[in-house]
């Protein structure tokens, strides 16, 4: 029987939220980004030690480069209580580096030097408005933050929901600036973002969260990830929101390699700052980040969650993957059908 995306060619890829690593690990991903369909990368820096300077970024920049000439790389910093508003203008001045990634302290892998409280940041954030950098969030919120509900309620399900007023207070008091939702996995954060008519305010969309739920990841330390796959009713919201026409969403996988002991909580390994006897967070797709995405609306296709024409609509899948136009790329199918 023929296959929704059977011969369909679509110009190459940008992928918003790939972490690329670092040593072998880093020489193993990297030549991998192209045949997931991608051509464009938005690299994440929570490295060890994470990336908190300008020659930082720039010198993992010329390493990847090196490894894949053709992609193009967009770095960014890790905020952390060294960056100032003058290392933001430094920044921008690079030309290389696009944004800055807030993850809440604890919340996930390598996050141990992350964000405790928002007000701090605040000049930093005054200054990325008017230079123009993006604010990535990673949207959880740590369990011992939570203004609204006893600490002890904060679980890996509602984190993220209990994120989201700190997304709309932030947008609120900094209306110019530029925040990415990173990787929303709730009807709650869909809804949020399309509540905010500013284009300022856009979410990713990890290839992952749109085929898988709560049930595989218990007990499968591989489809492990921060935040976690939700309900089935989250993951329709998820499917209609790449295809939304209003746009707000666009393809962030959040590939994220772990040696197979740490995900298997053997040990805490070089790039992974998780604790002997507990499982890495993250699931790896990158060679495969554009095909996962096929797959999975073709799915939501046929199981009558998403109609054929939200899919067909011009300019959705392009709009899902950054892309009007420009070089086109095909892509091998996963299971090879
Ligand atoms: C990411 C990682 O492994 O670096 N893990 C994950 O589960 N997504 C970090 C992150 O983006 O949260
Ligand atoms: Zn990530």
């Known amino acids: 029987m023929p296959r929704l995306f059977d011969g369909l060619e679509l110009p190459a890829s940008a992928d918003f939220h790939v972490h690329l690593r670092q040593g072998a690990m880093m020489e193993t991903v990297t030549p991998t980004i192209t045949s997931g369909g991608v051509d464009t990368v938005y690299v994440m820096p929570n490295l060890i030690p994470p990336i908190t300077t300008p020659a930082q970024a720039v010198e993992y920049k010329s390493r990847l480069q090196a490894l894949a000439p053709d992609v193009t790389f967009l770095m960014s910093l890790y905020l952390h209580p060294s960056i100032t508003p003058s290392i933001v203008r430094e920044a921008k001045a690079t030309g290389a580096i696009h944004g800055i990634k ?30 123009g950098l993006v604010l990535n969030l ?137 604790s002997c006897g507990k499982c890495a967070a993250g699931v790896f797709t990158q060679p495969y980040a554009t095909q996962l995405v096929l797959e999975a609306l073709e799915e939501a296709v046929s199981k009558g969650i998403l109609r054929e024409e939200d899919v067909r609509r011009e300019g959705v899948l392009e709009g899902f993957w950054a892309r009007r136009g420009g070089g086109s790329m095909v892509c091998r199918r996963v299971s090879g059908g």
């Open 102 to 131: 807030s993850y809440p302290a604890g919340v996930t892998t390598n996050s141990s030097s992350g964000v405790v409280d928002y007000e701090s940041f605040y000049p930093v954030f005054a200054a990325m408005e008017e230079e």
């Open 138 to 274: 990673h949207g959880e919120l740590p369990p011992s933050q939570s203004p609204s509900a006893p600490e002890d309620q904060i679980t890996v399900l509602n984190a993220e929901a209990a994120f989201l007023p700190t997304l709309r207070s932030l947008h609120t008091r900094f209306p110019n600036l530029r925040i990415v939702l990173e990787h929303c996995t709730t009807k709650a954060a869909v809804d949020m973002v399309l509540s905010i008519s500013s284009p300022n305010v856009v979410g990713t969309i990890t290839a992952h969260h749109l085929s898988l739920i709560v049930d595989d990841w218990a007990g499968d330390p591989l489809n492990f990830c921060k935040p976690v796959a939700k309900l089935p009713s989250d993951r329709i919201a998820l499917l209609r929101a790449a295809v939304d026409p209003r746009r707000k969403f666009f393809l962030g996988t959040d590939s994220a390699p772990h040696p197979l002991r740490s995900k298997q909580g053997r040990s805490g390994t070089a790039g992974n700052d998780n």
